[in-house]
């Protein structure tokens, strides 16, 4: 609608103008997170960042979490890791890990690239919807930056599906110094502490810091849980 059109419409009609804005909105809060996370993906290959994950995905974000996670993999004798979402693989295909790697996205066009350039017979890469697909088994489930991104009613979502995969350890992010979590429409942002209400997790396994170069947000950090510890919040 051109905007002269609805600079009209609003003084012409006001009612008529919040009734259209109302709906327009109340369709965008309902398109399905597929949709609204490729949008993403495709806005960010027209820009210039390192990856078309976004900036929280470069080598200088990730540095101390590439550094940490191959001992951590080794230290809870994973053989098989689920990376959800996996992105566009770009810092995850500089670590050195001796498992079977599965990467899942939601967005159709980064899980077919990933799979022209890095699959190979210890590697692949499949389309899953966290909150609503079924996730491969797996030992441990690497879900960073992921949760940030949904709504707290599909951050539940996830969480179900994580604990109905079987997998025994999660590894996600969190914010260990937020008190609360505030809702958003998923495809928003928005930092998260899942050991506070609505999710409750208990205290983690281990944190590990990301080091994050932004004063606001130097509490972000990856947690590790016990799957099971989990599942007992989900049950209540």
């Known amino acids: 609608m051109a905007k002269s059109f609805k600079r009209f419409l609003k003084a012409r009609w006001p009612a008529l103008f919040d009734a ?61 890791m689920l990376d959800v979402p996996c992105g566009d693989f770009h810092w995850m295909k500089s670590v050195k890990l001796d498992v079977d790697y599965i990467g899942a996205d939601i967005v159709k066009e980064l899980v077919e690239r990933n799979r022209r350039a890095y699959a190979n017979d210890r590697r692949r890469f499949v389309y899953a919807d966290v909150t609503q697909d079924a996730l491969p088994p797996a030992d441990l489930i690497l879900c960073r930056d992921c949760l940030v991104h949904l709504s707290n009613r599909d951050v539940a979502r996830a969480i179900e599906r994580i604990v109905a995969s079987g997998a025994t350890y999660l590894l996600t992010t969190t914010f260990v110094a937020r008190e609360t979590n505030d809702d958003i429409a998923t495809g928003k942002w928005r930092p998260i502490n899942p050991q506070r209400p609505p999710f409750d997790f208990p205290e983690p396994l281990e944190l590990i810091d990301e080091a994050h170069p932004l004063e606001p947000y130097g509490d972000k950090h990856l947690g590790l849980w016990k799957v099971d510890d989990i599942r007992s919040v989900v049950a209540r």
């Not at 809060?29 to 995905?57: D, N, V, W």
């Open 20 to 80: 259209w804005r109302g709906m327009k909105q109340r369709s965008s809060a309902e398109r399905p997170a597929q949709q609204i996370f490729t949008k993403k993906y495709q806005r960010h290959i027209t820009g210039e960042m390192e990856s078309l994950s976004g900036p929280g995905s470069d080598l200088a974000q990730t540095a101390a979490i590439r550094l940490r996670l191959p001992q951590l993999v080794r230290e809870l004798n994973v053989k098989v």
